[in-house]
């Protein structure tokens, strides 16, 4: 019995092996100069990100940012309009400097505290998630658009006025933004962050050279 076991093992081994060679063999091919390419598993790749408004050099941890230059939120109010990772770390680094109050505007609305289990990949599952950051302290706001700034009549911004939007679906079954008449409020503000904009990754450089298929969002 216990030979037969340790035979039954082996094979099992065995076939495990030839399976995942054939499998290797099935899925790779040669792209005429020498590289084997594979053909059943997509390579997803995203280059630096390209932003909206882009200003001014690149800045990295490390560069020594003169006192002229310094945005410090020392007691200030802050307002952080953007509620992704970005929004996050604009939060947690308020909270560093020491800011008065700290207010995140997001445009979407609130995310359920549980997740439509119904979902499958690649639907990313919508629920609400709070960072650490956000835990540090800070005013969540939702589906709340930015329609001006405002300033103390010598260029020094001093406030924000916003409005509430609601989201529904078109005839198409896209999502529309509508702003709700009368929700308009103000909120004091010493210092903005636009933690938004992105747009798609940058296509000069790696992307360009590697080719490939680009998604809707490119």
Known sequence: MHTALHADKKGQKRRQR????????????????GNVMDQGHPLCLGGRARWVTERGPPSVQGIHVPDAEF??????????????????DCIGTANRHGAKSVTQLEILPKPPEKENK????????????????????????????????????????????????EWSKDTAGCWQ?????GSEFSLEADLVTLA????HPIHAGMLQELGGARIGRE
């Open 177 to 181: 933004m509508n702003e709700i008449a």
């Open 118 to 165: 119904g979902l499958t990949w690649p639907d990313w599952p919508n629920k609400l998630r709070t960072s650490s950051s956000q835990e540090e302290g800070c005013e969540r706001r939702w589906s709340v658009a930015t329609k001006r700034f405002v300033d103390d009549g010598k260029g020094n911004l001093k406030g924000l006025e916003c409005i509430q939007v």
């Open 196 to 199: 938004m904009g992105f747009a």
């Open 18 to 33: 030839q399976r995942k060679t054939e499998d290797k063999e099935a899925s790779s091919t040669d792209d005429g100069r």
């Open 71 to 88: 945005i410090s939120a020392e007691g200030k109010q802050v307002v952080v309009i953007g509620g992704g990772d970005t929004g996050s």
